[in-house]
């Protein structure tokens, strides 16, 4: 998608960008151990709170290695989520294709076996 960022710029970016949740994840484990059961609505909020700002620092960190503007950044990330669904299609099927043929060598020593 003709973009400008190099490896190096992108994990850098996404490393700055998980910050607020690794944050967040460790208040909210110290937080648990001293809330009840009913009280379990603010431990959510406060990871619901990080992974939501973890998520716009990775959208903000794309626009800026790659120079995007927000409507090429979410078309790449919707298309690069469609290569990555279909990828694992390809892949189950190969999976499943190998089964199948060692299921028919498997099915044909059976018979052998048998047979002799």
């Given amino acids: 998608m003709e973009g400008e960022g190099r490896l190096k710029d992108i994990a850098i970016a996404a490393g700055y960008a998980l910050t607020p949740l690794i944050v967040c994840l460790n208040i909210g484990t110290i937080f648990s151990q001293y809330v009840t059961l009913d009280e379990g609505g603010f431990y959510y909020m406060i990871i619901a709170f990080g992974v939501a700002y973890s998520l716009i620092m990775a959208l ?20 690069t989520f469609v290569a990555m669904l279909i990828i694992i299609f390809v892949v189950l099927l190969f999976v499943d294709l190998i089964t199948q043929v060692y299921s028919f060598f498997y099915s044909i020593y059976q018979e052998l076996i048998f047979r002799l």
């Fill in 60 to 79: 903000m960190g794309i626009m800026q290695v790659h120079n995007y503007t927000l409507a090429k950044t979410l078309v790449t990330i919707f298309l």
